[in-house]
Structure formats: C-alpha cells, structure tokens
C-alpha cells in the first residue's frame, strides 16, 4: 500500500457524487461496454458498492488494489461521458457545472495520476483493465499515438499475471477466468499469443438469459484475425484471403447475419443492433484492405479494379448504416468516422484512374463518395475526426474530373442525408453544400471549390490523422 498522498485523495476525490456516478455507470454498460465486453457488471457493481461505503477507510484507500479500482471508476465515468445521451448530458452539465467534454477529460486525467501510482504486476486484472480503457478513451478523442502507448502498457500489465498464456491460480473460479480471457479477446489484435476464449453465454448483464453474450461479437471478431493472421501473408493469395473473409461473414450466426438476421432479442438486448452492423464493417473493411494492397502491386488490373468497387460499395452501404445507428451520442466510436471516410477515399482513386469512364458503378461510387463527404459533415462538431476527413475528402473530390451530372448527383447525395433529418438550418448552404438544381460547369466547382468549401491549396492539415493514415500515396495520386 502507499501513503495517502495528496495525489490519491485529489483523484479520489474526482469520482463525481454517487447520484451521477450510479448515473455513469449504468450508461457504461448500457451504451460503452459491449464495443469492448471486458467488464462484468454484476462483479464490477459488488465492488463499486463496497468501493462506496468504505471510501473514507484511510488504509482500504491507499491499497494498490483500491488505486486500481478507484482508477477503473474513474475510467468507467469518462468513457460513459463520451457516450451519454443527450438526456444525461444536459442532467450532467446543469448539475455539476461543467461540459461534458471536460468532465470526462478530469475523470480520465485523474484515473492517469492514479495509474502511474501502479507498477506492471501489481493490483491483478483491475489494473489491466482500467489501463486498456483509458486507451479506448484516447481513441475515441482521436489521439491515436497515447492510445497505443496505453494500450501497450494494458497488455505488459496482461501479460506480467500471465494473461497471455491463460495461466491462473488454482482457486481461480470460472468466472474470474472467463474476465482474464475476456479483455485478452480484445488486446489479442496487438500480440501473438492467443488464449482460449471467454464464454459467450455469460450474460453482461442479466438482460435476456436467451440472447446472445455480449461478448460473442468480439470472439468472433478476434477469429477472423487469428485466422488471417495464422499464415505468413506472402503463402496465401489475395483470392484465398478474400475467401476466408467471406467464409467468416457468410458463417456469423443468424443474430449476426448479413441477410435476414435474427432480430428477435434487439428491443432487450440493443447492443445486438450496434455489434452486427459492426462485424459486418470488419469483414468489409477487411476485404478492402486486402484489395487496396494488391492494387498498390497491380493498379490497373481491372479485374482487381471492380472486385474493390463492388466491396466498397457494399462497406459504404453498411457504413451509412452504422452511423444512422450511431449518431448523434456514439459518434465517437472510431469506427463510425474512420470507416466510411476510408472506404470513399479508395472510391475517389479508383474513380480518378478512370479517365475513360468506364467503371460500371461509377454512379453508384459518386454517390457513395457524396453519403461519406455528408457523414464526415455531420460529425465535425461531434468528434476531432470530422473535421481533418472532410476536409480530406474535400481535396479528393476537387481533383475528380466529374461530369456535370455526376457532379449534381454528388451534391444531391450529400444533401440527401443532410436534409432528411432538418440539419441543414445552421448550415450556410452557399458556402458548403450546393443548392437544389444547381448544374455550374465542372471546372467552376473545382476551380472556386464551392461544392464543399474546403481549400485544397498548399499542404493539407491532416489534424488527429497525421502519421497514422496512408495519406502520402493519396497526396501524390492527386497531386495534392
């Protein structure tokens, strides 16, 4: 144990009053933890119950085991900000004070002078725990370089109890085995050593004793990378690893599926909603990814040109999906911005190389472009995401040598999505999107760059995603 500092009380201290933290807890694992399924709340509740009523036990606080899970409430409260409904928000703001956004940068900061109190190995799972959603917290704020950092401190820690190799106490229940495996699930992407996997009948929650473990997504997400990641790439071809991505979409179960699933359990378990439209955006993201790197080897093979097409669009379709999901309070989810933002950068490529106009989609691929550019649109004032991927998009569009039609149906497709929900009203339209009707020459578009408003001259301030998004070979395709 270590004195009671003056670091400890002040980052105890920033656990906010019980009405709001019960408030952030429950919204933890009504709308956070399923996008990661590492913690159990009937076991997290009976600790945060006892974490209650003996905070003011000068030796209990000052244990490394209390640290940890003072840390972890206050990870919990920060990531639950993220994501809280517009409802607790508003109760949050007027109550204590404070925006949203600064609270859960105070519960995150205080959880970090808590965390660097703790040295790899001591303080159990807890400690492993709270560290790996203090980096799921970075990433939804953008800062991707801290989140890795974090994230690598998760799995020291993982790996310092023996996580990795699945070793464990011989008076270790089942359960608490189950969690051990449940969060190395999730860090199983940044190392090579796999465990057996965790439950996936073990309820989150108690919701619905017959719907699917919350957790079963991420095993199945986690599959797909052991199995990708099981043979050295250069021995599988591209048809082969495209085969084994669509083996695994075509084998999700039927609450899973890409068609027709089971719907029957979302109203009681509503996380089901956001997991299938997720796992569907990893097999897709997936597939192109494996297709952006064989055209980088092969940039005209036409075959390889419409098989990315045909993927991309299907991404796109899904994206929208997720997003109309996810917006406005899970906006911050990386994958709700990333995504569709990566998927329409590859369309704007493969619609520039088609200088003969050829592409047998190409209306289809505009229109898709113009969904991202909307999507992208509606979350700069939500997450630091927006703002660097429309601008980003802004210069890929004004480089594509549209025709006058496609470049009208770029704009109705941005504004589609726009206009459908009345957002348009603190938007000047004159300045971002194209007015209805509107048919100026191509030329005129690009050359004012009034389509979307974003400027294209000098070098481009790629903002959060700046080393951690190919953008070079992007800059140098369209001479930006």
Not at 127 to 151: C, D, I, P, R, Y
Request: a negative charge.
């Amino acid at each position: 144990s270590l004195e009671l500092s003056g670091p400890i009380l002040q980052a105890s201290r920033a656990v906010p009053p019980r009405p709001y933290a019960d408030m952030l807890v429950q919204s933890f694992f009504d709308n956070v933890n399923h996008h990661y399924c590492i913690l159990y709340q009937p076991s997290f509740q009976a600790s945060y119950e006892a974490w209650w009523s003996r905070r003011r036990d000068v030796s209990y606080l000052r244990a490394m085991t209390t640290i940890a899970f003072t840390s972890l409430i206050l990870r919990v409260c920060s990531s639950a900000t993220q994501f809280l409904p517009k409802d607790g928000q508003d109760r949050l703001e007027s109550e204590l004070g404070d925006s949203a956004t600064d609270l859960s940068q105070l519960y995150h900061e205080a959880a970090n002078s808590l965390s660097d109190l703790l040295p790899p190995g001591v303080a159990g799972l807890v400690n492993a725990q709270q560290l790996f959603l203090g980096a799921t917290w970075l990433k939804a704020e953008a800062n991707f370089v801290e989140s890795w950092h974090m994230l690598a401190d998760s799995v020291r820690q993982a790996q310092e109890i023996g996580i990795d190799t699945d070793k464990s106490p011989l008076d270790m229940t089942g359960y608490e085995l189950d969690s051990r495996r449940r969060l190395w699930c999730s860090l199983d992407t940044w190392d090579s050593n796999p465990v057996p996997y965790p439950s996936t009948t073990l309820s989150l929650s108690g919701v619905c004793s017959d719907a699917p473990s919350a957790a079963l997504a991420k095993v199945l997400e986690n599959q797909l990378g052991r199995v990708l990641s099981g043979t050295e790439p250069g021995n599988r071809s591209l048809e082969e690893s495209l085969a084994t991505v669509e083996s695994w979409m075509s084998a999700l179960p039927p609450v899973f599926s890409l068609h027709a699933s089971e719907k029957q359990w979302d109203e009681d378990a509503p996380w089901l909603r956001f997991q299938r439209l997720q796992l569907h955006c990893v097999g897709y993201m997936t597939q192109l990814a494996l297709m952006k790197t064989a055209l980088v080897v092969e940039p005209q093979h036409q075959n390889h040109i419409e098989k990315a097409t045909e993927i991309g669009l299907l991404a796109m379709s899904v994206c929208e999906e997720f997003f109309d999901l996810c917006f406005p309070h899970h906006a911050k989810y990386f994958m709700v911005s990333f995504c569709p933002f990566d998927v329409a950068a590859l369309l704007c490529s493969l619609l520039l190389r088609d200088t003969n106009k050829t592409l047998s989609k190409r209306a289809e691929m505009v229109n898709a472009v113009g969904s991202a550019l909307s999507i992208s649109f509606r979350l700069r004032d939500y997450t630091k995401m927006g703002e660097p991927t429309w601008t980003i998009l802004n210069a890929l569009v004004s480089r594509l040598q549209l025709e006058s039609g496609e470049t009208e149906a770029l704009g109705n497709s941005a504004r589609a999505r726009n206009l459908g929900d009345g957002e348009l009203e603190s938007i000047h339209r004159g300045q971002v999107l194209p007015s209805e009707g509107v048919a100026a020459p191509v030329s005129q578009w690009q050359d004012e760059n009034v389509l979307f408003g974003g400027s294209t001259e000098g070098s481009l301030d790629l903002g959060v995603l700046d080393g951690v998004w190919d953008w070079q070979s992007l800059s140098n395709e369209f001479n930006l």
